[in-house]
């Protein structure tokens, strides 16, 4: 099994729907991330937490929210999807122990929104 | 802020010739330096890491970069592409306070047999 899983790997949605992406982890790792990958635009961070307690907005946070619901899970929420949030969402972790920032992901979850 | 930019969206190569990634930095500290494998329908996974330790890294799959701080560049190479190694690459970059990476925009690497 994967160490950091993504459920649903594929979603087609339509506009203003709600919708979930989650996100658990095997690794015991405490930080936890999610990016978007846009073609051409790289990696975009969309929120991180470093525990339970500690969520913080990245550079692309308008229009998602997330929850840490224990060490090993995250989930990305969309409260009413638009169709500029059609991408490749990706959950990462890292180890605060290990020091460098080295990030261990997802297969990642394709959504698309009509 | 740190910030990274990555030297073409895509790169073609032939089977057996070099390969040349480039990657440049921009961080008001000393940075930790990553190159991150993307495999189609795929997560990314690390190729090698640079911490301080040495200059000249060596990754996976025979890759390997070198931190040049007077260029702030990392760029990626390896000596005899192969058709495995088609894929996206990112550079990104980490913050030593926060290790929170910033990622270049990536590089589509082509391998033309």
């Known amino acids: 099994d994967a160490d950091v899983t993504q459920t649903p790997r594929n979603r087609i949605t339509k506009t203003g729907k709600r919708i979930m992406l989650e996100c658990s982890q095997t690794?015991?790792?405490?930080?936890m991330y999610w990016y978007r990958q846009d073609p051409g635009l790289g990696l975009r961070l969309i929120y991180y937490?470093?525990?339970?307690?500690?969520?913080n907005k990245g550079e692309i946070s308008d229009g998602y929210s997330v929850s840490r619901q224990a060490q090993a899970k995250f989930s990305l929420s969309l409260e009413s999807a638009i169709p500029n949030q059609t991408a490749l969402y990706f959950c990462?972790?890292?180890?605060?122990?290990?020091?460098?920032?080295?990030?261990?992901f997802g297969e990642g979850s394709r959504l698309t929104v009509l | 802020a740190q910030s990274v930019t990555q030297l073409g969206s895509h790169v073609s190569v032939s089977e057996g010739a070099l390969v040349l990634l480039r990657c440049n930095y921009s961080s008001s500290v000393p940075p930790y330096l990553f190159w991150y494998v993307q495999y189609p329908n795929q997560g990314l996974q690390l190729l090698l890491k640079?911490?301080?330790?040495?200059?000249l890294v060596k990754g996976i799959n025979g890759f390997e970069a070198e931190f040049k701080k007077s260029e702030t560049s990392f760029h990626l190479t390896k000596p005899s592409a192969h058709m495995s190694d088609a894929a996206e690459y990112f550079c990104?970059?980490?913050?030593?306070?926060?290790?929170?990476?910033?990622f270049g925009r990536g590089t589509s690497l082509i391998v033309h047999p």
């Open positions: 990462a972790t890292s180890d605060l122990l290990e020091g460098t920032g080295e990030l261990f």
């Open positions: 690794k015991g790792h405490d930080r």
């Open positions: 640079y911490t301080s330790a040495a200059t």
């Open positions: 990104a970059v980490s913050d030593p306070r926060s290790y929170i990476p910033t």
């Open positions: 937490s470093f525990d339970v307690k500690d969520i």
